[in-house]
């Protein structure tokens, strides 16, 4: 006999969509989006008055602080998970089965 293939439901997704989708599955990736983007606002603001520094200095600086708010986001959401799925669990009640007689 030939197996049937799955049939898979598939439906078009807009961006605004899946960034919605995505928000609710992991809500740190959109609170790191945001601190990327607050780090290049400040970063866009910084470049103006950097002074007598070289523009390769301040770009290195830059990335370090724009990789420093999006591994801190993960990091906060790992810990978050971590805590939710190990540490914030209800105790199972314990059943036990009834004696044999």
């Known amino acids: 006999m030939a197996m049937e293939k799955p049939i898979f ?16 599955e992991s809500p740190f990736m959109v609170i790191g989006l945001g601190g990327l983007a607050a780090a290049v606002g400040y970063g866009a603001y910084a470049f103006k008055r950097r002074g007598a520094m070289s523009t390769s200095v301040f770009l290195m600086q830059f990335r370090v602080i724009a990789q ?8 906060v959401g790992m810990a978050y998970t971590l805590y939710k799925n190990h540490f914030a669990k209800k105790p199972e009640a314990i059943t036990t089965l009834p004696n044999e007689h």
């Open 9 to 24: 439901e598939y439906q078009e997704e807009s961006h605004s969509d899946r960034l919605a989708r995505k928000s609710k």
């Open 68 to 75: 420093g708010t999006a591994v801190g986001a993960l990091t």
